[in-house]
């Protein structure tokens, strides 16, 4: 981080993270255990949703949820072959839990003003296989999820909200990831909170919570209620060590759970803090002498309180050819910088490697979004305007190229 005199994210832990892991650490008591539930219980609060079970990343997380809705026991369970719409501007790792559990991933584009899910195309791309949605909430916004959500129902499918990005955020005063069956977070370094990595997956039914519960150690029975005859048709084992399902070893620390649960109670500050420095950076840009349409940013709804990850932008079809070298030129200034996501996936080496896109469709949106566009960090810490000048400055300067 030390080469950038702008990162995508700065000194994400105050003191009293650090006291809250030392404290742990000197407790001795590492493992999973008492904090991790305390953590988990005052999420679900903050997200509104019943039940909350903290991952050792997000990735972990995703991975859980499609693991649960292919799970024998699952009440929907599906099938190897079913498939699940999923955005073509995604991460890998909300895109491999659904290929990992034998489903097949089908792209839907995106809407170009908000970089979110297109309700349209996932219309139609419903099939008699559609099963389920993986929707990702992009960098701190959503799509319209009063209409999905009667898509949803209409289809009678499942829906998992990949959060990693918008902890916090809001439509139509509903938290995102609380409208699906499973919604997902992650607490990695550059996120809304951080416990360095750390991840959560959520839900409203004990059955699915137990399920999940199971799978993330071992499929292990510990901290699971079981009825008495089930247990005595195996009673020639040690009910202590009953593994009544498959399962990983997707277990955090103590460490995590205890930085994590601090950083919560800021999450509300920081969100504050991240909204008055995007006002500020494009603010400053759109007020500069040099600016002439060269970018465009995000529009929301006003249904949506968002909660910013980082500053996407899209730069003017006019300066397309010289993308790369704008970028290269900005990060040698020291922005940091990196893709929306990952772009659009399915230009991936791995797309083709897995055939994820066997028809070859082209997606109008993810591809502008993955030639035009590119994000820079929004800190958690306030923002002064000779820093922002000093951004503007720099980015305004893809004139000369």
């Known amino acids: 981080m030390s080469q950038f005199k702008y990162p995508l994210l700065s000194n994400a832990f105050n003191s009293n993270d650090i006291n809250c892991g030392i404290k742990v650490l000197k407790s001795r008591q590492l493992t999973m255990s008492n904090i991790t539930k305390k953590f988990e219980k005052n999420f679900a609060k903050v997200v509104g949703a019943k039940y909350a079970l903290m991952t050792n990343s997000g990735s972990s997380a995703n991975l859980l949820a499609l693991s649960a809705i292919t799970n024998p026991i699952f009440k929907k369970k599906l099938n190897p072959g079913d498939e699940v719409l999923i955005p073509a501007v995604c991460w890998s790792t909300s895109l491999w ?139 020639h084992i040690d009910n202590r060590f009953l593994f009544i399902n498959s399962g990983y070893n997707f277990r955090p620390t103590d460490i995590q759970a205890a930085i994590a649960n601090n950083q919560l109670k800021r999450l509300k500050q920081f969100m504050k803090i991240r909204n008055k420095n995007r006002n500020l950076l494009i603010d400053t840009i759109k007020k500069h002498k040099n600016w002439n349409d060269q970018f465009k940013f995000v529009n929301f709804s006003k249904k949506i309180k968002p909660s910013w990850f980082g500053l996407p932008v899209l730069i003017n079809e006019n300066y397309k050819s010289v993308k790369h070298r704008f970028l290269n030129f900005i990060t040698k200034c020291g922005i940091e910088n990196r893709p929306i996501i990952s772009g659009n996936f399915a230009n991936q080496p791995s797309a083709f490697l897995y055939n994820l896109n066997p028809k070859k469709e082209k997606f109008k949106n993810a591809q502008i979004i993955e030639d035009l566009g590119f994000f820079i960090g929004l800190h958690t810490q306030e923002l002064n305007l000779k820093d922002a000048q000093f951004i503007a400055n720099t980015l305004l300067k893809i004139s000369k190229f």
């Open 97 to 235: 839990p659904i290929i990992q559990n034998q489903l097949k991933p089908v792209f839907v584009d995106v809407e170009l003003d908000t970089f979110n899910i297109c309700l349209n195309d996932l219309k139609k791309k419903i099939s008699k296989k559609t099963k389920a949605i993986l929707i990702v909430h992009v960098l701190g916004t959503s799509t319209d999820m009063i209409k999905l959500n009667k898509i949803v129902k209409k289809n009678n499918l499942l829906l998992i909200e990949d959060t990693c990005e918008s902890l916090g955020a809001k439509y139509s005063k509903k938290p995102l990831g609380s409208y699906g069956d499973f919604g997902t977070y992650s607490f990695y370094y550059s996120h809304q909170i951080t416990s360095g990595e750390g991840g959560m997956v959520v839900c409203n039914d004990k059955f699915n919570y137990n399920l999940l519960k199971t799978l993330r150690s071992h499929g292990w029975s510990r901290d699971i209620r079981l009825d008495k005859k089930y247990i005595k048709k195996f009673k």
